[in-house]
């Protein structure tokens, strides 16, 4: 076979574009590689490769410098988040004293299983496997509570498993730690009431932080001063005063390990610790208080009428506050729904009550100043009252009547006809007119939130409540504390402590002064904003003419509660009720026997001493326990001669007794 020979390249200066061929495949069919082409392809190539690699390595170079560079202080501190964590710190809680400086709530170390939530780590695996090591009789409400916890509560550094841990519990854990990677044992301290049930509806208690109560406070913008706080007020003093209490959160720098396990701390910054709360209370009246009223339902209160500060506030049964601060257990709860003396009742505040005839000195205030009665006018009391054409008798409560009586005889005696009468003619609007006036139907502004505000009744009331008109009838028993009208204790002794004070009211309150613990000084003190307010009346004398009414009750011949009070040593005004809770049918007897012990008559006493110059002021609300005059005066007394020993250098009344004759009650000495 004969090849073609090539001509030699000729050398140019300048290569003419010649048309691209293809290789030409010569007579015997075997194709020829055009060399030139495939040379100039493979150093496109080439060049194309070394661009793409110079292209790939800036861009690499430049985002290493971007990250290295540029970038350096935002990634390290990305970091740093994954090494260093800053975690809250909960402030001390302020605690809480009586006006004599004894502790009714301090702050325990206790020690806590806390759980860190991890994607990693099975959360309901690992609390029942807790539950199970420690004993923590974890109820699966319990468990739920916690779970829901660690899913929405990621603002806290951890969630409470358990709290109170004995120390067999803390080595158990201890020896089996390595099994629980994001289990921690802390210490912190927690809310404790050294006088458990004695103090807790005034106190009140903390308790956990619930949904409420984040939403609450993210609405009021102060959750983030929340951050790793597991408790707060929930009733009482640890409720109003909850921000004066809870303090400043402080924050730590920490490093940590990959599971978030504390290394060591970086950075401190101490929390501010809350403020002190003193309370006018005084814890050896409350004791007292309790010890009084012993198995009975019912609440008792004293309090200072020309401050309002209240030296004993006590409400029974009760039970104890530190169930719900450890965390309370449905079982235990249960238990508080189903007692039969409703224990979780505040009855000083929300219990709802007929004052009975504790009000008739306040309702002759309204008379006098009404025109309706005269300190001498008289009328005579009858065995019932009747409206004109009607055949329905409101009895009086002595079944022969009182005879001849005026408005200091009438507050003496109880009469309960004098008292119809002046409700008949003032009418209901007159009567729900001063009412309001006394702050009946109205909150008493004492700092605690849990406070009912009773009905003072009227006919726009009515024809709400029941979708009726008011009738003549309605208005007569209202004339003895009866009827429509209920009120709480706290809202008695306010109208009572107006009596007192001779027409000025005054805010009853618990709290005394805030303290700053670290420099000890007071940084406020119980404004009230009732300084200075006072019943407008026609005549000061009308104050006079009830509180004489009150004192004849306890001192007078004829005093329904002379002999509760017999042989004091010093001089006291008051005030008994007798509350009808189910009434009595026409031409029937009262009789205690017969009744249900949850129908008898409530036992109330209003007293105040000494009488010139009021010292000390007593209500109380003895449920189904009868007369007032021999159930509850007897307690007051008791109270007041306690406060007296404790207090003996305080005003005592004058020395020099006067005589006074008050109309048909007769001549009495007054000290």
């Excluded at 009586?98 to 299983?113: I, S, T």
């Excluded at 099994?179 to 009140?204: C, E, M, W």
């Amino acid at each position: 076979m004969f090849f073609q020979k090539r001509k030699p390249k000729e050398r140019v200066i300048f290569n003419k574009k010649v048309k691209k061929r293809k290789a030409k495949k010569t007579s015997g069919g075997i194709e020829v590689k055009n060399e030139d082409q495939e040379i100039r392809i493979f150093k496109v190539r080439v060049i194309l490769g070394c661009i793409i690699v110079f292209i790939c390595f800036s861009i690499l170079f430049a985002n290493l410098y971007y990250l290295q560079v540029i970038s350096h202080e935002d990634y390290q501190t990305r970091s740093n988040v994954n090494r260093i964590r800053v975690l809250p710190v909960v402030p001390q809680r302020g605690m809480i004293y009586d006006r004599n400086h004894v502790v009714l709530a301090e702050n325990r170390p206790v020690f806590h299983l806390m759980i860190f939530p991890n994607k990693d780590i099975n959360t309901e695996d690992t609390v029942r496997r807790l539950d199970s090591l420690l004993d923590l009789e974890l109820s699966q409400e319990d468990i739920d509570h916690i779970l829901q916890q660690s899913r929405t509560r990621q603002r806290y550094s951890g969630v409470e498993v358990a709290d109170l841990l004995t120390d067999e519990q803390i080595a158990k854990f201890s020896v089996n730690r390595h099994h629980f990677p994001n289990v921690q044992i802390s210490s912190d301290l927690k809310r404790f009431y050294p006088f458990a049930n004695i103090t807790t509806h005034a106190i009140g208690y903390v308790s956990r932080i619930n949904e409420a109560d984040e939403e609450y406070l993210t609405e009021q913008g102060r959750i983030d001063n929340y951050d790793g706080t597991t408790a707060i007020g929930k009733l009482g003093i640890e409720s109003f005063y909850e921000e004066e209490l809870h303090g400043q959160t402080g924050s730590r720098e920490v490093e940590v390990n990959s599971h978030g396990q504390v290394i060591r701390t970086l950075k401190y910054n101490p929390p501010t610790h809350g403020r002190d709360i003193t309370l006018t209370l005084d814890i050896r009246l409350q004791y007292y208080a309790q010890e009084l009223l012993a198995d009975m339902k019912g609440a008792i209160i004293a309090v200072e009428p020309a401050t309002g500060g209240i030296l004993a506030f006590y409400s029974n049964p009760s039970y104890d506050p530190n169930l719900f601060v450890r965390g309370i257990r449905s079982n235990e709860y249960k238990a508080l729904l189903n007692h039969p003396g409703k224990p979780l009742i505040n009855r000083v505040t929300q219990g709802g009550y007929s004052p009975a005839s504790t009000i008739k000195p306040l309702l002759a205030i309204m008379g006098l100043n009404e025109d309706l009665i005269t300190p001498n006018s008289s009328y005579y009391g009858a065995a019932a009252f009747m409206l004109p054409n009607s055949t329905h008798r409101f009895r009086d409560w002595r079944s022969w009547g009182h005879g001849w009586l005026d408005v200091y005889r009438a507050i003496e005696l109880s009469a309960d006809t004098y008292f119809y009468d002046l409700a008949h003619r003032a009418g209901i609007d007159t009567i729900h007119k001063y009412l309001d006036l006394y702050g009946f139907g109205r909150a008493t502004g004492i700092d605690i939130h849990e406070e009912s505000l009773g009905i003072n009744p009227s006919p726009a009331w009515k024809q709400r409540r029941f979708k009726q008109p008011w009738h003549v009838g309605d208005t007569i028993p209202i004339g003895i504390g009866q009827g429509y009208w209920t009120t709480t204790l706290i809202q008695l002794i306010k109208a009572h402590a107006m009596l007192a004070n001779h027409g000025r009211f005054v805010t009853p309150h618990l709290m005394k002064d805030v303290v700053d613990p670290k420099t000890t000084k007071i940084v406020h003190i119980f404004e009230d904003k009732l300084q200075g307010q006072r019943l407008e009346v026609k005549d000061q004398s009308y104050f006079d003419v009830a509180r004489a009414g009150m004192y004849l009750v306890i001192n007078g011949p004829e005093g329904t509660g002379r002999r509760a009070f017999a042989g004091t040593t010093y001089k006291a005004a008051g005030k008994s009720g007798t509350a009808q809770v189910v009434s009595i049918k026409q031409g029937e007897k009262y009789d205690a026997k017969a009744l249900r012990a949850e129908h008898r008559d409530n036992a109330l006493f209003v007293a105040f001493a000494p009488y010139h110059r009021p010292r000390i002021l007593v209500g109380i609300i003895l449920e189904n326990e009868g007369g007032g005059s021999s159930r509850a005066a007897p307690l007051v007394r008791k109270l007041m001669d306690r406060y007296f020993e404790l207090y003996p250098s305080g005003y005592m009344g004058e020395k020099q007794g006067q005589t006074f004759k008050f109309g048909l009650a007769g001549t009495v000495e007054i000290k």
